[in-house]
């Protein structure tokens, strides 16, 4: 049955049609090196082997003591401590301090047995090799990083779905764990169609345009934390596109169709995906603007995705769909969480379409301490629009636009 183009569906209800179905053949994980894991989301939580510190450390420069023994201590009436030693900063002192005794410290050093807080280095005088001065009393475990305090042994780490930053890797090797298992980076294939679209080191014709899209896509791949494989240009053929997708669906986990999902071809890809026996439809069009020819297919549960031939229309619903359903797949928990916007005022009106949910590309600059928001005026095939802007703002399918003056919310590029 041909399928008619204006059966759009929201973004919102795609995205829940897409978490919704079971990726059991996106869950393959790999175990690498620590230090090779920034971006990367943890596939199982990590327990820690160890305490850290492992043993109770100083966390200033001066003596250890006996805190008792500073009880009262005051520049009027200083306590005075015999120093026994000095403690080394790779070393587990070998000598204990006992009653009136005391020992020098450096900031993370072992705390010596018997010695229970620290006392800082500016409160001290030295008054002969073997005599300390202290002016100022201080409590049990002052001054100490207590063995444990930090992370304790058996104790949940980091949790699976984690998506690791600096602070997370630094943790993780604070405590020997040199190598972590993580989600796979999804595979994804990028096909270009259509007659029209030849390479991009090719002097084009009146007609014809260079394959922008491989490339843009590629590039978004990567920022999600994918892999990519582009499989060139496939002509408007049948035979020709449902054998390149065959073939990019064993090789890949995510299949990018660009082009051949406008109203005109639009007939001719879904036939070529529903000549596939295990495919399920997802959405025919999306109630979206620019994106709104968008296909979104299942093909033996691999995602296949149709994306506008326009560039722009293209790096939008990438942008705004697409990558985060990339990260969603690679164990991403917050790949669909609203992030925090940027607030500015825009300068001028903008109408909309009810019914649709539409992105208009802006300039975002600061006058006198204000953030503004300058809607940039193109067409949808102009390219300039996406140099020219560097944020995008939503007017929800339910509103007619905004006026000069509101303060909207932005998603910067």
């Not at 890809?269 to 968008?294: A, D, E, M, Q, W």
Request: with cysteine; hydrophobic share 40%.
């Amino acid at each position: 049955m041909e399928h008619k183009f204006f059966k759009t569906i929201e973004k919102a209800k795609l995205i829940n049609k897409i978490k919704k179905v079971k990726y059991e053949e996106y869950e393959e994980y790999e175990e690498i090196n620590t230090e090779d894991s920034l971006g990367r989301v943890l596939y199982q939580d990590i327990v820690s082997k160890e305490d850290l510190p492992l043993c109770n450390r100083s966390s200033m420069d001066g003596y250890a003591v006996i805190s008792k023994n500073t009880f009262g201590a005051s520049d009027s009436l200083p306590a005075y401590l015999g120093c026994v030693g000095k403690v080394s900063v790779n070393s587990f002192p070998e000598r204990q301090v006992l009653d009136s005794e005391c020992m020098q410290i450096p900031t993370g050093g072992s705390l010596p047995v018997g010695a229970d807080s620290v006392v800082m280095v500016e409160y001290t005088k030295k008054i002969s090799d073997n005599t300390i001065e202290i002016y100022k009393s201080v409590a049990p475990n002052e001054n100490v990083m207590l063995q444990g305090e930090d992370i304790k042994k058996n104790k949940l780490l980091l949790k699976k779905g984690t998506k690791l930053k600096a602070q997370e890797i630094g943790i993780l090797l604070a405590v020997g764990i040199t190598k972590c298992t993580v989600y796979k980076k999804i595979r994804c294939g990028i096909i270009s169609t259509g007659d029209e679209v030849v390479p991009t080191d090719k002097k084009v014709k009146p007609g014809e345009i260079r394959d922008v899209n491989s490339y843009t896509l590629s590039c978004l791949s990567t920022q999600a934390g994918a892999v990519f494989k582009r499989y060139g240009i496939v002509k408007d053929n049948f035979d020709s596109l449902k054998s390149y997708l065959t073939k990019a669906l064993k090789e890949n986990d995510v299949v990018f169709l660009s082009g051949g999902s406008s109203v005109g071809a639009y007939d001719f890809t879904i036939k070529v995906i529903n000549s596939f026996k295990n495919k399920n439809i997802l959405s025919y069009g999306l109630s979206l603007s620019p994106g709104k020819p968008t296909i979104t297919a299942l093909i033996d549960n691999k995602l296949v995705i149709g994306l506008p031939g326009q560039v722009a229309s293209a790096l939008v619903v990438m942008k705004v769909i697409f990558v985060p359903v990339l990260k969603f797949l690679m164990g991403a928990k917050d790949a669909f969480e609203k992030k925090p916007l940027m607030k500015a005022i825009l300068t001028r009106n903008i109408a909309s379409k009810q019914g649709r949910e539409d992105f208009v590309r802006v300039s975002i600059s600061m006058k006198k301490g204000e953030i503004f928001a300058n809607p940039v005026t193109a067409k949808s095939g102009l390219l300039t629009s996406l140099i020219n802007s560097n944020g995008l703002i939503t007017i929800p399918s339910n509103c007619e636009g905004f006026y000069k003056g509101d303060i909207v919310d932005v998603i910067k590029w």
